[in-house]
T-cell receptor, first 111, second 114 residues
Framework: SQQGEEDPQALSIQEGENATMNCSYK?????LQWYRQNSGRGLVHLIL?????REKHSGRLRVTLDTSKKSSSLLITASRAADTASYFC???????????FGGGTRVLVKP | NAGVMQNPRHLVRRRGQEARLRCSPM?????VYWYRQLPEEGLKFMVYLQKENIIDESGMPKERFSAEFPKEGPSILRIQQVVRGDSAAYFC????????????FGSGTRLTVV
């Protein structure tokens, strides 16, 4: 299996509910980032958390990082239909280095 | 300030033909990364280049694939003698360089081999 695996693979929720997805990785990291990808489109950077940080917020997004467990979670609060997308975590060993992506969580927000 | 520009957006090639994918990094970015994404999967790193220099090609298949980032012009990912399994989305990203944040992705080139 690869560095950076998301769980669950797919998630279906009602608009207004929260969506939580997790990412696990294997080796030490410098940064962990979350990206969103709409179907057939490119990646949109959501949030970056450094290895010495434990939690970060950006609007309706909350990211946690537990380096002892080599895992991160992304919480989207009060979800909207427009949040329907695939979400990927990506890790690097140094800023500006290559990213290692997980397989993604496909989120469907039903109106 | 245009972002990372990739072209073409869609490319159709017959088996055995060559595919050339172009990537122009963001202004001020001198480092380029290529990734491949198969359907329903995450992105897989292929190659990392600086101007006129390949930094890391550990994710690049040994045969048929090559990449360059010349002193002038865009970075080129070249796939020779394409096969059906090369059908994928190919994404390019650029950054100012090691130790710098600001990784930015392009919209990708979707290659279909028929």
């Amino acid at each position: 299996s690869q560095q950076g695996e998301e769980d669950p693979q797919a998630l279906s929720i009602q608009e207004g509910e929260n969506a939580t997805m997790n990412c696990s990785y294997k080796t030490s990291i410098n940064n962990l980032q979350w990206y969103r990808q709409n179907s057939g489109r490119g990646l949109v950077h959501l949030i970056l958390i450094r290895s010495n940080e434990r939690e970060k917020h950006s609007g309706r997004l909350r990211v946690t990082l537990d380096t002892s467990k080599k895992s991160s979670s992304l919480l989207i609060t009060a979800s909207r239909a427009a949040d329907t997308a695939s979400y990927f975590c990506a890790t690097d060993k140094a800023a500006g280095n290559k990213l290692t992506f997980g397989g993604g969580t496909r989120v469907l927000v039903k109106p | 300030n245009a972002g990372v520009m990739q072209n073409p957006r869609h490319l159709v090639r017959r088996r055995g033909q060559e595919a050339r994918l172009r990537c122009s990094p963001m202004k001020g970015h001198s480092h380029v990364y290529w990734y491949r994404q198969l359907p329903e999967e995450g992105l897989k790193f292929m190659v990392y280049l600086q101007k006129e220099n390949i930094i890391d090609e550990s994710g690049m298949p040994k045969e048929r694939f090559s990449a360059e980032f010349p002193k002038e012009g865009p970075s080129i990912l070249r796939i020779q003698q394409v096969v059906r399994g090369d059908s994928a989305a190919y994404f390019c990203a650029s950054s100012p360089g090691p130790g710098e944040l600001g990784y930015t992705f392009g919209s990708g080139t979707r290659l279909t081999v028929v």
